[in-house]
């Protein structure tokens, strides 16, 4: 059972917060709900205590202080502290004893400035609340009439709607203009062509190691292991690499050639070798993880799964279409392309068919 | 004449500097009448005003910091080996956009400082005008006269996160080059226009050597210079409509209650400015954050695991790692609905908080200016379409995290992925109804309050033996403050057939609208606010129980 109301025996002093409503109470009996008007100034104790307001002037000006001697600190370490120097401190961990320093003195520097002056606002400054009344943003009709009237007066001095032939062939000259500024636009780039269909791929051209630079052989391509590799002729220090390697990075496994279920794929491998496009057919990042056991890459990026074992099929994930394969062979002991590739790598494209 | 007024005003025939300064002043521009207006402007006190603020204040700093970045960072794609101060990376191939970003971080005496707090202060802002949105949001800020200003600050928040997103791509790193790339293939996606747009947006085939100087220019120039234009809208309609209020004791929709600008509120804001800067100051400090050095130069051939954009990015990173990978062929064209779908939904999300005080008074037909704030629980439909828009938003953001969760948390990334995909769905309507039944309750409770008072947790034991617990009846302010909200009622049709047996023509457009009209005021959505005769009968009750 809950209590209702005031409870008469209850004395009125035990009650928490009961608070000062004499000045309100008239007009309480007519409408307990009314909005009882601004409650009366209450004063801190630096209103009413001149000490305690000295304590607090006391309070900013030595948060201004410190802020002061923070700029110093800055300064000092800023000339002080080699930009090198690398410290140990707890929880962080090594870091740069520069950066640590003149971030710290800097904070403090500013965060003192806040501080006393937020402190200033709160005890020193006068708080007594007060209103302000605010006028409706609209305007009155007699205004509204007025800018209708001089509008109208405007528009007819102009004629724009009495000569229609300035009128419609200011529109036109208006429309057109911005057409030399997206005419401009046009050089920004060269047109697509053939470029998102080619890559440095074609027959004959040697699988490279990424990381050792030389060109692949069969025997060194592991069960298990993953080989990332680039054509023949592509130096890492070529004007255009980036462009070139955004379309030709290759990732090459060797999968027993009883497990590659895709008639294709055993195609074009060569002893279980196969060589795919390491460009994810989703939104382009290299694919770098390689589960050994099922054959899968995933792209760490978006997590689209592609199985190698079953023509680079999607299993998992966002992409849209298998990861193109090369047409792989041995020459002279040497992996190499028995053709480019036969789709375009990398993300799919409205052109791409 | 102004001789004549400084003559009078000082005993010494001539003003004060200050004085003769702000003369001069205003015979150019006017300022006296500025500051008659503006200068003990009254702003009203509430620690949820102060969110905006930090977002003012981050994007102040910001820009100090920017400045400061240009001076150094070189936004070029031409190739150097590096043989520079930080030794792990000698003779390794970057670009100059991202040796200058070592020289920034390893050879500039505070470089690295500045170059950290201009990126959590980037961090802070995206953070701080998010919840600042729903601030405004959930407490109904947003109604007239401030339509407008909700749609600036919007596009405040959709501008900095493309404004982020060039920023942190400028240094070349391996991760912000992954995250260009994946630009590359969203605009590859678009129908008929994506190659060529591509071509045109990189100069040529991916990475080419003009993307970097590109986004400088849009990063440093076009969108801070179209977002400083909106800030100052924002901020001139914010003075000029005045500050809303929650509703209080001396509150009224036609005035403003709180402290003058000059002295008390710029005290507390200009202070807080620093407080602002000098905690991102700190954080700068301990804190690193996007370290290129340990992640090295962009090569579009190479990726870490556990790429991420920054945070407010990762709702659309969940949209496009979540979507499934449906792709069409056709005719010899591919259209890519894997990625394009995820773009598409991305604006319309945003879209459809952007649109929503335009739909809200709209359905309520509502012509009048609201000063006083709402409290969320008495507008349960919105309250509802808010929560369920921040569950939406948030699940995707685990879904642009998912490979985190997964090694964080030892889940299957595919379980997380389907998860994300159903949850996207269902979280939301789940999360309205949640919300819409929590309003609902606390309703009840405001007005089991105004009636009953409050729990004192003063327990009394009466003669014969039984405990009760006293409750304390409210102040007037709080029966104010309960009560004060209004429960307008829903839209009606009236019948379909007038008196003469003649249909009337009831439109869709109506229809939907007494539809939404009775979600939002209908029984469902309104505990009915108790009345001062409800009021009366129980307060003078004594002794009945």
Excluded at chain 1, 302 to 321: C, E, K, M, N, Y
Excluded at chain 2, 207 to 214: Q, S, T, V
Excluded at chain 2, 314 to 319: D, H, M, P, Q, T
């Amino acid at each position: 059972m809950s209590e209702t109301g005031r409870h008469a025996d209850v004395p009125e002093e035990t009650l928490p917060s009961e608070r000062e409503t004499a000045h309100v109470s008239v007009e309480k009996a007519e409408n307990p709900f009314a909005d009882p008007g601004l409650p009366p100034h209450e004063h801190r104790i630096q209103d009413i205590d001149e000490r305690a307001a000295k304590r607090s002037e006391r309070v900013v000006a030595l948060q201004f202080l410190v802020s002061m001697l923070a700029t110093v600190a800055f300064i000092a370490s800023y000339v002080a502290v080699p930009v090198d120097k690398i410290v140990y401190i707890w929880p962080i961990g090594h870091i740069s004893a520069l950066n640590f320093a003149l971030g710290l003195s800097l904070g403090v520097a500013l965060f003192c400035i806040g501080a006393g002056a937020v402190h200033w606002a709160r005890t020193l400054m006068s708080d007594v609340e007060v209103a302000d009344e605010r006028h409706p943003i609209e305007a009155e009709p007699e205004v509204k009439a007025k800018v209708m009237e001089d509008f109208a007066q405007g528009a007819k001095e102009s004629g724009f709607g009495r000569r229609k032939l300035v009128r419609n062939t200011l529109f036109g000259a208006l429309a057109m203009v911005p057409l030399s500024g997206v005419v401009l636009l046009r050089d920004l780039g060269p047109l697509p062509g053939t470029k998102l269909r080619t890559t440095g791929w074609k027959r004959g051209v040697r699988l490279v190691n990424q990381s050792t630079n030389l060109p692949l052989r069969p025997e060194d391509i592991a069960v298990g292991s993953l080989t990332f590799a680039k054509p023949e002729g592509l130096e890492d220090d070529a004007e255009d690499f980036n462009v070139q390697i955004a379309k030709d990075a290759l990732m090459i496994v060797r999968i027993k050639p009883e497990d590659i279920k895709d008639k294709q794929e055993l195609s074009w491998s060569y002893d279980g070798i196969v060589a795919y496009s390491k460009i994810c057919t989703h939104v382009g990042c290299p694919i770098s993880l390689y589960e050994q056991q099922t054959h899968h890459v995933l792209c760490p990026c978006h997590q689209s799964t592609f199985d190698l074992s079953d023509g680079g099929r999607v299993i998992f994930g966002p992409a849209g279409h298998a990861l193109p394969q090369l047409h792989i062979m041995v020459k002279d002991g040497f992996l190499e392309a028995a053709s480019g590739f036969e789709e375009p790598v990398g993300p799919s494209f409205w052109e791409r068919g | 004449m102004s001789n004549e007024t400084s003559a009078t005003t000082t005993r010494r025939g001539k003003a004060p500097r200050g004085e003769r300064v702000a003369d001069w002043a205003d015979g150019r521009l006017g300022i006296y009448s500025l500051a008659k207006a503006n200068m003990r402007k009254i702003f009203p006190d509430h620690w949820s005003f102060m969110l905006g603020e930090v977002a003012l204040y981050s994007f102040i700093i910001i820009i100090l910091t920017g400045v400061y970045l240009t001076l150094f960072f070189h936004p070029s794609m031409a190739e150097v080996v590096y043989h520079g101060s930080y030794v792990p990376m000698h003779g390794i191939r970057m670009t100059q956009a991202f040796e200058s970003t070592l020289a920034i971080s390893f050879d500039v005496r505070g470089g690295l400082l500045i170059r950290q707090i201009h990126h959590w202060a980037a961090l802070v802002f995206l953070a701080a005008m998010m919840v600042h949105m729903m601030r405004v949001f959930f407490t109904g800020a947003f109604r007239k006269p401030r339509e407008v200003n909700w749609l600036f600050g919007f596009l405040l928040f959709v501008l900095g996160m493309f404004t982020g997103f060039t920023g942190y791509s400028l240094p070349d790193d391996l991760l912000s080059g992954t995250g260009v790339r994946f630009i590359e293939g969203v605009i590859l996606a678009m129908p008929l226009v994506g190659s060529y747009l591509q071509m045109f947006i990189f100069g040529g085939e991916f990475p080419g050597h003009d993307i970097i100087p590109r986004f400088f220019t849009v990063h440093v120039l076009l969108l801070p210079g179209i977002m400083l234009g909106l800030l100052v809208a924002h901020l001139i309609l914010v003075f000029y409509h005045k500050h809303t209020q929650f509703p209080g004791a001396g509150k009224t929709n036609n005035n403003v209650v709180g402290m003058p600008l000059l002295p008390v509120y710029m005290a507390k804001a200009g202070g807080f400015f620093f407080l602002v800067f000098g905690v991102i100051s700190v954080i700068a400090a301990v804190a690193s954050i996007n370290p290129v050095w340990a992640i090295g130069p962009y090569r579009p051939d190479q990726v870490s695991t556990g790429a991420q954009p920054d945070w407010y990015m990762g709702f659309a990173e969940g949209l496009v790692r979540v979507m499934p990978g449906w792709e069409w062929n056709f005719w010899g064209h591919t259209v890519n609905f894997g990625v394009l779908i995820p773009i598409l939904v991305f604006p319309l999300v945003l879209v459809a908080i952007a649109v929503y005080p335009f739909v809200e008074s709209w359905i309520r037909g509502d012509k009048r200016e609201h000063h006083i704030l709402d409290r969320p629980r008495n507008v349960p439909t919105r309250t509802g379409f808010g929560v369920a828009w921040l569950v939406a938003y948030f699940v995707m953001l685990i879904g642009g995290g998912n490979d985190l969760w997964a090694t964080h948390f030892h889940l299957s990334i595919n379980s997380i992925t389907w998860f994300v995909r159903i949850a996207f769905f269902v979280g939301p309507v789940l999360a309205f109804i949640a919300t819409k039944r929590i309003c609902m309750g606390l309703q009840r409770r405001d007005r089991d309050k105004v009636l009953h008072g409050r729990e004192s947790g003063i327990i009394k034991r009466l003669p014969h033996g039984e405990f009760i617990e006293v409750h304390e009846p409210l102040d007037q302010e709080q029966l104010h403050v309960l009560t004060q909200h209004e429960q307008p009622t829903p839209i009606e049709l009236g019948p379909e057939v007038d008196e003469n047996g003649v249909e009337r023509k009831v439109s869709r457009t109506q229809k939907l609208r007494a539809k939404l009209s009775k979600s939002y005021y209908g029984e469902d959505s309104v505990i009915p606010k108790p009345t001062v005769e409800e009021y009366k009968e129980i307060t003078s009750g004594h002794g009945h129980h």
